[in-house]
């Protein structure tokens, strides 16, 4: 069962290091409604595989570029589509539509995002305040210094950042404070149980 394992990774592995020259990656927007109006105000990018007509899940997929590193290349590429067709909308329909893209902590620990931000927002014309990028804790907490001055040089070119996950890891408050993020996204298991648990509504309105 372990050799059929470790023989299913290394096939994925070369699969998916053919797959962005095969044009089998894409990515999927996801709409972000405000809720008290009901009105469209962007969407967030979303990573995804079609291999031989069928969908890969990124529970899969993304862990294993996460590892081999592809996330880095294939990751620049998905700030870069998405800058571009979101500009393209802004531009179409009018409407100051944001996109939100999702940073792995590979990428922040490569070097060069400040540069790739600052890239696909010059290639694309996207104003930066149109731009967020998401961050989960793990990737913050590996190195908490290196990421906050990465952060400090995000923000100074005028982008917004949100840590999504919020919950699950084992930041503290006063880590927290000093990183210059605008946004937190709770947990889906916070929200999952909102409505029935006793705890969690408290700790979502706080």
Known sequence: VMDQAVERRVRMEQELRGAWERGEL??????????????LVGAEALLRWHRE?????PAEFIPLAEETGLIVPIGAWVLR????????????????????????????EAGGLVEAVASALQASGLPPEALE????????????????????ELRSLGVSLAIDDFGVGYSSFAYLRELPVHKIKIDRSFMAAVRTAQGDPRLVRA
Do not use: K
Request: positive net charge.
């Open 26 to 39: 894409s990515v999927a927007y996801q709409p972000v409604y405000r809720l008290r109006d009901n009105r």
């Open 81 to 108: 589509r998405a800058c571009t067709r979101t500009q393209a909308w802004r531009r179409t329909h009018g409407v100051p539509l944001r996109v939100a893209v999702n940073i792995s902590p590979r990428q922040l």
């Open 133 to 152: 990028l998401e961050l989960t804790e793990s990737a913050l907490v590996r190195d908490p210094q290196a990421a906050a001055r990465t952060l400090g």
């Open 53 to 57: 007509g069928e969908l890969v899940s």
